[in-house]
Each structure stands twice: as structure tokens, then as C-alpha cells.
């Protein structure tokens, strides 16, 4: 079993959600595919999405809703075992 993680683009606040009142893009344990968005990067009230550049399980994200991130942080681990 492989793993790898997914890193921030950019630096920012990390949200998990779409909007505050949303559910989750994807949680642990979900099967995602390359392309899948599994949070934003607020920066300057502008919102860009991380996607997932590979598929598998989720298996833990690494960062809280609402944390400060920077550029090239790991924010979630993915498992190709699925």
C-alpha cells in the first residue's frame, strides 16, 4: 500500500467545506479520483480548490477546517488502496 499526500498550491486559510452551512467536499475514508476537490485555499477573499493529482482512499486529512496553511504544505494523506 502506497501512500501520498496531497499539498496547497497555495498559501491561505483551508476550508473543507464549499460554504459554511455545506457539507464536506470529501471526507476520510471516501474513494476519490484524480480531479476530485477536497477543499479550498482562501487568500485575499478568493477561494481556489486542491484537488486530489492522484486516486485511492482518503485516509486523514492533516490540517483542521479553517487552519492556516502555507504554499507546498501536505493537507490530506490518499492510499491507493481503495
Do not use: C, W
Not at 474513494?31 to 482562501?42: A, D, F, H, M
Amino acid at each position: 500500500m502506497a501512500e501520498h499526500t496531497i499539498k496547497s498550491p497555495l498559501p491561505g486559510i483551508f476550508y473543507r467545506r464549499p460554504s459554511p452551512d455545506a457539507a464536506p467536499f470529501v471526507q476520510e475514508g471516501d474513494t476519490i479520483t484524480p480531479g476530485t476537490v477536497i477543499g479550498l485555499v482562501g487568500v485575499m477573499k478568493t477561494f481556489h480548490q486542491i484537488t486530489a493529482d492522484v486516486g485511492g482512499k482518503l485516509v486523514r486529512f492533516l490540517v483542521e477546517n479553517e487552519e492556516a496553511i502555507r504554499p507546498g504544505q501536505p493537507v490530506a494523506v490518499v492510499s491507493d488502496e481503495v
